[in-house]
């Protein structure tokens, strides 16, 4: 009887090379943080941030416990509350929207560029037309660096600066990137990252930090971080949140912070290659001539027509995981469909949320590896 030879699955993110790369390490990291036990707040803590802002060219980092917390202390640490407005993307995960809600405040969701799936300039100024429309104060916008890529975060900033907004930048899936040979981390009054385990810098568990030049605006988010706590534990001076990173995912991350920007070389060499493979048979993401990006995923569009269901599974058939991001847009979700978007409409995003798939993609996906999700692809689609 014949045996049905077993397809060995291509790691959508394979974070057990990088783990065996890193070897003793991270042992040895994790060690010293059972000698000295001080898993909250301990030193590694401080280095991380120190480390970070070196790396980023932040003058203040601020580490805290995920990406979602990162964004929800900035609005908090700007007092933004009910009748405000946000400005928000609506193709991206849901807590870039739901941090704004979570305040009391309004997400105005706008529309997408279709080439770099960030924030679509024109849409940006239609959301503040319906925003001031509904009576909501123009307070912030979040542009998302998405899938590992800048935002045009001059033309941005120029719109936020003409309407008194301030902006957060949304660089939970980007930090290593760059926009006009400057690292993410300075664009805008703040920038919020994750350090979830499948970002290009990823910990073992939760993780996200906030990256600011305004020493005022730092100091708040330590208090924040903290229950709102002022000059000790039972003097909070403000509302607050446990967000603190722990001090085992900062000893954690000061390892692989070391090896970062090799990773995101060979990420790059693989986008290369993706899109050397499939450029004629899908369209590949492009990366507007500003930045450069850390390809936290590589996503394309199917051609019109094309069956993603039938798609994935072909590729599931021969060892090649996918995932969408993001089936839905925000606007089309249950729990946010009553807040304002655009005039005009999301189309773009609605057309993206029906044609995008992500490959797998990460520093360790070698070449023969790689040919065989090139060929999964082109297969599918022949």
């Known amino acids: 009887m014949n045996q049905q030879l077993r397809i060995e699955p291509v790691p959508f993110i394979d974070v057990v ?11 040895q990291a994790v060690g010293r943080v059972l000698e000295h036990c001080h898993f909250i707040n301990g030193p590694e803590v401080m280095q991380f941030e120190a480390d970070l802002a070196a790396f980023s060219g932040a003058k203040h980092v601020v580490a ?40 009391g405040a309004s997400p105005v969701f706008v529309d997408v560029d279709e080439v770099t799936f960030n924030m679509d300039i024109e849409s940006l100024k239609r959301g503040i037309a319906t925003a001031k429309r509904h009576g909501l104060k123009l307070k912030a916008v979040i542009p998302v ?3 590992g890529q800048p935002a045009d975060h001059d033309a941005i900033a120029a719109i936020a600066a003409e309407e008194g907004m301030f902006v957060l930048d949304d660089a939970a899936q980007s930090f290593g990137a760059s926009y006009k040979g400057r690292r993410l981390g300075t664009c805008g009054l703040a920038t919020a990252t994750s350090f979830f385990p499948a970002k290009p810098l990823g910990c073992y ?8 030049d305004d020493a005022n605006l730092a100091e ?12 000790d534990k039972y003097d909070n001076v403000r509302l607050g949140l446990t967000a603190r990173l722990d001090t085992m995912q900062a000893a954690i991350l000061i390892e692989k912070l070391k090896i970062f920007d090799d990773e995101i070389a060979a990420r790059q060499r693989v986008a290369d290659r993706y899109a050397q493979g499939l450029a004629d048979v899908v369209t590949v993401p492009a990366v507007a001539p500003f930045g450069n990006s850390t390809w936290a995923q590589y996503t394309i569009r199917l ?18 995981p996918t995932a969408v991001y993001y089936v839905k847009s925000m606007h089309q979700q249950t729990a946010y469909r009553h807040y304002p978007a655009a005039d005009g409409g999301l189309p773009v995003s609605e057309k993206l949320s029906t044609e995008v798939i992500s490959l797998p993609m990460h520093a360790y996906l070698d070449a023969p590896t790689q040919q065989r999700v090139i060929d999964a692809v082109r297969a599918a689609l022949a």
């Open 17 to 27: 090379s990088q783990r065996r790369r890193l070897g003793n390490l991270i042992d």
């Open 64 to 103: 805290c416990a995920s990406g979602t917390d990162a964004l929800l202390m900035v609005l908090m640490a700007k007092g933004i509350g009910p009748g405000d407005a946000v400005i928000c993307p609506t193709f991206t995960f849901c807590a870039t929207g739901e941090v704004v809600a979570l305040t």
């Open 145 to 147: 660096d998405l899938f």
């Open 205 to 212: 568990g939760d993780g996200g930090a906030i990256f600011t």
């Open 220 to 231: 708040t988010l330590r208090s924040v971080r903290v229950h709102g706590q002022g000059s």
């Open 303 to 320: 051609p019109a027509g094309t069956d993603r269901d039938a798609f994935a599974a072909s590729l599931k058939a021969k060892g090649v």
